[in-house]
Structure formats: structure tokens, C-alpha cells
């Protein structure tokens, strides 16, 4: 066993391990699955936002990778899925590179395993929440040149850092660190002040203990200092669905929204 795996705890749900079980994907527990099927049950638009983002994310990948970028750190991860931001971006840029970060343990032990054999990635353990500690990694610096502009992807984990934590000081850290024609990413839960929004709110709260939903301008004030892209900050079916590469249906705009997919939002930025 090795040690990331042996700090994995099955008996209590993780964020990582839940949005797996969401996805579809098979790295869960019985703990998960509970809560799982307790946000299917209570909150019937989880699927459709897990999917939604994921799409939001894959689309977004590419529209970097089609700009010339050819290196990402990947924060908040999550699980190795169906269509890993590496392989997103290596479809595009064959010799991109990409850091993989994420607090969950089971995401190194996967994520290594299935990456070992990979010179082009990197997983490490660390927390969103200290930015330094990923830039001075010797993982990153072995892997990204700082020097030349980057991707920094936030996909929905800033909504999991609570308000005295700096979400906002978390996205400034990385603009000082890449230089000018650098892209962040960022989709994060979206208040509706309407009761799917509070009920989420209160589910998340007391699974994880943690989970904001923002509004429209807590959202925009995490892009600060940079140029939002087109078509802005938007519900995450909408973000550049031409350019979708899911089959039609869950998480592509050709269907009419639902509220629960208004409740995520992404939104492409570049450094001037
Ligand atoms: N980024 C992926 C995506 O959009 O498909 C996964 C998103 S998943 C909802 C959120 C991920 O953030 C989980 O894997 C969780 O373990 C991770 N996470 C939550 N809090 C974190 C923290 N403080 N530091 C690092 N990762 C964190």
C-alpha cells in the first residue's frame, strides 16, 4: 500500500470520491455513494451540474490548447475521469504539460498510478489553500516554466473555500506568479437566491462542512486584474457550447436550461 493510499479514509465521504459517484465513475465507497444518492435524491440537478462542469472544463481546455498554451496546473483535480485535462490538452499541443493538484489523497494514489508511466503530468497532494506550496514544489518547477504563460485552472473548488480563507487572495497569488498571456480558469457554484440554492447550501454544509455558493459578483471579483474572455462569466452549459465535445444532451445548451444548471458558472480569463 502505498502512503497516499493508506491515508485514504472509506468510512467518511469525500468531495473528490462523491463528485466521482456524480460523474458516473467507479472510485467510491460505500460512504460516498450514501451521500451520493442522498444529493440525487434531495438535490435532483447534481448530476446535471457535475456533468455540466466537467463539459465546461473539457471545452475549456481545448479553447486554451487551440491558444498555444502548452502547460496547466490543475487545481482541486479531483479523480481521473473519462477525459483527464491532460489528454484534453495533448489532443491539441501532443507535448503539453500539466500538474495535477488536489487535497485528497486518493487522488495521488490514482492519479499516479494511472499517470506513472506519463513524463508530461505530475500529481501532488496539497491544499488550494496554500498556493506556495504548489508553485515551490519541486513537482511544478520540475515541470512548468514559469517564465512562459500558463494555465491556472480553478474548476469547481474555490466554492469549497470558505470566505476567511482567501478565495480571492488564492487567484491573486497565481497571477503574480505567471506572466502575461497566462489563462485562468475558474467555475465555481452560482447563488440563485432561490431555494435549490439555500437547500444545496445546507446539504453541502453539513456533509463537508464547507460549500459557498457566490453570486454573480463574488464570482466576477475572483477574475480582479484579469481580462474575462467570451462569453464571459456564464451558467457553464453556455460557455462556448459550439465548441462542445460531449455527445448533445447532458451538459451541452441544446436543451432548455434547468435552475440547477444556473447554479454553475464558468468563465475564461487571459493576463494582460
Ligand atoms: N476540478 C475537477 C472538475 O472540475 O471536474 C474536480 C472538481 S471536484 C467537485 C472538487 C475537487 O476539489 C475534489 O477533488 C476535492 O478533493 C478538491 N478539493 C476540495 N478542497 C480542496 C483543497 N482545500 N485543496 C485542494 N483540493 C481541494
Known amino acids: 500500500m502505498t502512503e497516499a493510499s493508506s491515508q485514504v479514509d472509506q468510512s467518511k465521504p469525500s468531495i473528490a470520491r462523491v463528485y466521482d459517484y456524480l460523474l458516473g465513475g467507479k472510485d467510491n465507497y460505500e460512504a460516498d455513494r450514501v451521500v451520493g444518492d442522498k444529493f440525487k435524491n434531495d438535490l435532483p440537478g447534481s448530476v446535471a451540474i457535475a456533468h455540466a462542469n466537467r463539459q ?11 491558444a498555444g498554451i502548452d502547460q496547466f496546473i490543475d487545481i482541486g483535480s479531483g479523480l481521473p475521469t473519462a477525459d483527464n485535462v491532460h489528454q484534453v490538452a495533448q489532443r491539441h499541443v501532443p507535448d503539453a504539460r500539466v500538474v495535477y493538484i488536489d487535497s485528497d489523497p486518493i487522488v495521488l494514489a490514482h492519479g499516479r498510478a494511472l499517470l506513472a508511466d506519463n513524463p508530461s503530468t505530475r500529481v501532488i497532494q496539497a491544499d488550494v489553500r496554500d498556493p506556495r506550496s504548489i508553485r515551490e514544489h519541486t ?3 520540475s515541470l512548468i516554466d514559469f517564465e512562459r504563460p500558463v ?43 432561490n431555494p435549490e440554492t439555500r437547500e444545496a447550501e ?27 474572455l467570451e462569453p464571459g462569466i456564464v451558467p457553464s452549459p453556455l460557455w462556448r457550447p459550439g465548441t462542445a465535445v460531449a455527445p448533445a444532451g447532458v451538459g451541452s445548451a441544446e436543451h432548455e436550461l434547468t435552475v440547477w444548471e444556473r447554479l454553475i458558472v464558468g468563465g475564461l480569463a487571459r493576463k494582460p
Open 139 to 141: 513537482e511544478t518547477t
Open 202 to 228: 445546507a446539504v453541502l454544509q453539513s456533509t463537508f462542512g464547507r460549500g459557498r455558493w457566490r453570486t454573480d459578483e463574488e464570482i466576477q471579483a475572483l477574475f480582479d486584474g484579469l481580462e474575462i
Open 56 to 66: 465546461n472544463l473539457i471545452r475549456a481546455v481545448r479553447e486554451i490548447a487551440l
Open 151 to 193: 494555465a491556472v485552472i480553478h474548476s469547481a473548488v474555490l466554492h469549497h473555500i470558505n470566505d476567511d480563507e482567501g478565495p480571492g487572495s488564492i487567484v491573486r497569488y497565481w497571477q503574480e506568479q505567471v506572466p502575461p498571456g497566462s489563462y485562468f480558469f475558474v467555475s465555481h457554484f452560482r447563488s440563485g437566491d
